[in-house]
Nanobody
């Protein structure tokens, strides 16, 4: 199973970025969920957004709700995280995650991470 993120970078506060995560070698079953987590130095990875692969039902951390949108393209086996109105505190390494434990729960599979830096 491979998850490969892309789309990170350096942006100004208030700008937008879209992260992508291409999944290969994984069979999305009935209980599969995909999530985005983020991590800053010295802290644990924290949940950002997630969705059920089959139903598309999504959930967000309160810090990003209304600004971030998680979607998936089933035909491309790709998960997206549209990040709008970025804030300085959104700076982190963002990780794509997949598993069968549900939205918001760390699944078994991780990508390598992509750095997002928001500057003033």
């Amino acid at each position: 199973v491979h998850l490969v993120e892309s789309g990170g970078g350096l942006v100004l506060a208030g700008e937008s970025l879209r992260l992508s995560c291409v999944v290969s070698g994984y069979s999305f079953g009935r209980y599969a969920a995909v999530n985005w987590f983020r991590q800053t130095p010295g802290k644990d990875r924290e949940f950002v957004a997630g969705l059920s692969w089959t139903s598309g039902a999504d959930a967000y951390d309160e810090d990003v709700e209304g600004r971030f949108i998680i979607t998936r393209d089933i035909t491309k086996m790709t998960i997206y995280l549209q990040m709008n109105q970025l804030k300085l505190e959104d700076t982190a390494v963002y990780y794509c995650n997949a598993g069968t434990l549900g939205v918001g729960v760390k699944g078994a599979y991780w990508g390598q991470g992509t750095q997002v830096t928001v500057s003033s």
